[in-house]
């Protein structure tokens, strides 16, 4: 899939901005603060209808203005015109595909596939658990409705089985117990079916990893995503030693009402040369450990959902020495096209740019050339 | 513009009622307000009647007029078969589709600790009883395949278990008449996992 062309009104600092992008690279210049990363947040809100910054409406709106609208021309194998037109009179958002509006999110997820790069991807090798659990998460879903909708059921048990566990630690009543039997069983069950789906997928994506890992660091390091089923195991979880598991901690799942147990609190833990990225990873391996689970990402929709997904770089080359950055942006060529916000071109003179690719200038919420 | 008090009212009462909200009940208010005053009366007292005329039946807390069901009274009933149901809505549903000939039992609802719904708001021990007493060979559970509908089930199934009674769940899959192509990829994926063999 390719985006023709973008235009923001009144979209945070532009005013009015139109642009038509090249088929391939689309380096975004402009200095801190002139509006570079509002393009990819208009881009990525297209897709997605979804903010990347999670900002409220009156925060993307320009300031003393009355809407917002941000246009966006997507070509697949036919032309879709998406657009997101905000009043603030009403305080209502509207998306609209094709002139018709659209009401749910799903019915626009999955149809422009994007993956962005941004400096808080640190969270995923620096953060916590959930960091990681919500990107792998995320990467199957999108490929996998089943594997959502069964997380969503997962996620309603547990909310289910907490609020039984309080009942448990204030009173133990026999039935209750029996109960929690009946929510250990489902539990058990469709967490069993997101550990294997999980597994599936990581082996699958270690040689997405892999691959990605190799171009921006070639033969140096070997990278590996390691995936310690319920907290530890690396024998294969069935059923019965989930449930094994569940039955050994339940007194003290009741004592602390919390769901102790199970695929909620699984980590995910990226390895660098057999030893773990989080606690003995440099900043470059980190840095490189993000772009390249970026790419894997980019990679693996491709090769799921049949199309080839958008691929948003915001600020990447910041924390990267040369070496790294000119191998970014030469595997960059690779993947068709893609969006990437630089501050200035003198000081990334590694870049390869061919002459396909078009600059986008911004200064100020303007677009120059 | 104040709208007159009995007005009022109506239409607060009206926006009580599930899937009404503020302007249906409007409209539904300013309806009866219209009409002739025996149809107002005879809407009353169709209302008063649901009340006053109805109560649970006294073995399987069905909707019924009288002490006991016309399902439970019945003699053409097979007494071996007992259908579980969330609520007597689902017997309605049931009913129509003429392939079940043996007797219900209304839970009243399904587990949900969220919503303080624990064993003891549910028609569970009275079920047990209905067990002990009655000849039962088979219990069908026949609950919505949500994630609540599936614990209740669960549960049931493990106060049955070591009772010499068949315990059966009702089948979960495609719509007949459905399409694979339109059916969205949950019920696609369960109905692969409970496919059945030909035999």
Redesign the interface.
């Known amino acids: 899939m390719i985006v023709r062309s973008l235009s923001l009104r009144n979209f945070r600092i532009h005013q009015s901005s139109s642009i038509d992008f090249s088929d391939t690279l689309n380096f975004i210049v402009g200095g801190n603060g002139e509006g570079k990363t509002s393009l990819l947040e208009g881009l990525y809100f297209l897709c997605t209808t979804r903010n990347f910054k999670a900002a409220a409406d009156n925060e993307l709106l320009r300031f003393g203005e009355e809407s917002y609208e941000v246009n966006g021309i997507f070509q697949d194998t036919t032309i879709r015109k998406a657009r997101i037109y905000y009043s603030a009179a009403d305080t209502k958002r509207h998306y609209l595909l094709d002139g018709k509006s659209i009401t749910r999110a799903t019915d626009v997820i999955g149809k422009f596939p994007v993956v962005l790069l941004t400096p808080e991807d640190h969270q995923l090798t620096q953060g916590g658990p959930a960091d990681r659990r919500k990107f792998i998460d995320s990467v199957i879903s999108q490929s996998n ?2 594997y959502l ?2 997380l969503i ?1 997962y996620n ?2 547990i ?3 907490s ?2 566990l ?2 448990l630690r204030e009173q133990r009543r026999h ?2 117990l ?2 929690l ?3 250990d ?2 539990l058990v069950k469709t967490g069993t079916t997101i550990i294997e789906i999980r597994q599936q997928f990581i082996e699958e994506f270690n040689q997405f990893i892999c691959e990605a890992y190799s171009h921006i660091m070639p033969g140096e390091e070997q990278p590996v995503i390691l995936y310690p089923l319920l907290q530890g195991s690396t024998e294969i979880v069935t059923e019965s030693i989930f449930a094994e598991r569940l039955a050994k901690r339940r007194e003290e799942e009741i004592r602390r009402a919390a769901n102790l147990t199970g695929p909620h609190r699984d980590d995910f833990i990226f390895m660098v040369n057999n030893t773990a990225l989080k606690t003995y990873g440099s900043q470059g391996q980190h840095k490189t450990f993000q772009t390249a689970l970026r790419f894997a990402e980019f990679f693996y929709l491709k090769m799921k959902a049949g199309t080839t997904p958008i691929f948003l770089l915001d600020d990447v080359f910041g924390e990267l020495d040369t070496k790294r950055s000119s191998r970014i942006s030469e595997y960059l060529k690779t993947v068709g096209q893609a969006f990437i916000t630089i501050t200035d071109f003198s000081n990334y003179r590694f870049l390869a740019k061919s002459e396909h690719d078009a600059t986008i200038m911004v200064s100020r919420g303007s677009i120059g050339i | 513009m104040i709208i007159p008090e009995p007005l009022q009212l109506a239409i607060e009462e009206f926006s009580k009622f599930p899937g009404i909200g503020k302007k249906t009940a409007q409209r539904l208010a300013l309806f009866l307000l219209r009409r002739h005053t025996d149809d107002v009366n005879r809407f009353i007292a169709a209302i008063e009647g649901l009340k006053e005329n109805l109560h649970q039946c006294k073995t399987c807390y069905n909707i019924t007029s009288s002490e006991y069901c016309e399902i439970c009274s019945s003699p053409k009933r097979d007494h071996a078969t007992l259908c579980v149901v969330e609520d007597a809505s689902d017997i309605f549903a049931i009913e129509r589709s003429n392939q079940f000939n043996g007797k219900y039992h209304v839970l009243g609802g399904v ?4 919503s303080g719904v ?3 708001s549910l028609k569970v021990k009275e079920l047990l009883e209905r067990l002990k007493s009655e000849d039962v060979h088979e219990v069908i559970l026949a609950l919505n395949p949500n ?2 509908g ?3 089930a ?2 049931i ?3 049955l278990r070591g009772l010499p009674i068949k315990v059966t769940r009702i089948a979960r899959g495609l719509p007949i008449g459905g399409d694979l192509e339109f059916s ?3 019920t696609i ?1 369960r109905a692969v996992i409970g496919r059945v063999e030909y035999t």
């Open positions: 409705v089943f909708s069964t059921e309603r048990i909310k289910q089985r609020a039984l309080n009942l039935d209750y029996v109960e039997d009946a929510w069983e489902l | 587990l949900s600790p969220l624990g064993p003891e994630t609540e599936e614990t209740t669960l549960y199934n493990k106060l969205d990829e949950a994926g």
